[in-house]
Antibody
Framework: QLQLQESGPGLVKPSETLSLTCTVSGGSITSPPFYWGWIRQPPGKGLEWIATFYYNGDTFYNPSLKSRLTISVDTSRNQFSLRLNSVTAADTAVFFC????????????WGQGAQVTVSS | DIQLTQSPISLSASVGDRVTFTCRASQSVNTYLNWYQHKPGKAPKLLIYGASSLQTGVPSRFRGSGSWTDFTLTISSLQPEDFGTYYCQQSYSTPRTFGPGTKVEIK
């Protein structure tokens, strides 16, 4: 069964770059479902979609984050990563990685999430 | 961006109750509307996709309905494990957006 696990520093300083990795197990990042995504949840708030991408590079970004966002895929390690630069306290959130099904048009398998706090 | 509103914001109900919550879109999303359950510290779980299709492994007490701008999620007989926050999400257009959630507590 496909499993996803987010990892990365829990604390990032303002103006620096937030980096997170999602490690996929139980399947290959280059095999179905092929599409992957990042979603975040600020404290006390709802879910916010960050990006959805195909393993070969086709990427769909949330326009509100696009200018600060980089998504990359490492097929050799079966991982994909998110980098968000110039962070502020407003970027404090739990970040989730997920699979995106093109048959259901839904995020059908999620990691448990990684807390990232932006603070000096 | 398509805005999703959910009501109620929260509800408290007893085991065995039938509960219904709604999601309204600011413009039509056809039936590209999904429902998720999220418990604190856990991975969100897809319940319903395409407005009314039950995700594999989800109990049949969960039922989704609606189209265009108005959608409903019904739990026919609330169970103790159904606590959590329920979010709707549209996949009709980019950016994908989520509703603010309905928090369900068990009395």
């Amino acid at each position: 069964q496909l499993q996803l696990q987010e990892s990365g520093p829990g604390l990032v300083k303002p103006s620096e770059t937030l980096s997170l990795t999602c490690t996929v197990s139980g399947g290959s990042i280059t095999s179905p479902p092929f599409y992957w995504g990042w979603i975040r949840q600020p404290p006390g708030k709802g879910l916010e979609w960050i990006a959805t991408f195909y393993y070969n590079g086709d990427t769909f970004y949330n326009p509100s984050l696009k200018s600060r966002l980089t998504i990359s895929v490492d097929t050799s390690r079966n991982q994909f990563s998110l980098r968000l630069n110039s962070v502020t306290a407003a970027d404090t959130a739990v970040f989730f990685c997920a699979t995106y099904s093109v048959s259901s048009y839904a995020f059908d398998n999620w990691g448990q999430g990684a807390q990232v706090t932006v603070s000096s | 961006d398509i805005q999703l509103t959910q009501s109620p914001i929260s509800l408290s109900a007893s085991v065995g109750d039938r509960v219904t919550f709604t999601c309204r879109a600011s413009q039509s999303v056809n039936t590209y509307l999904n429902w998720y359950q999220h418990k604190p510290g856990k991975a969100p779980k897809l319940l319903i996709y395409g407005a009314s299709s039950l995700q594999t492994g989800v109990p049949s007490r969960f039922r989704g309905s609606g189209s265009w701008t108005d959608f409903t999620l019904t739990i026919s007989s609330l169970q103790p494990e159904d606590f959590g926050t329920y979010y709707c999400q549209q996949s009709y257009s980019t950016p994908r957006t989520f509703g603010p959630g309905t928090k369900v507590e068990i009395k």
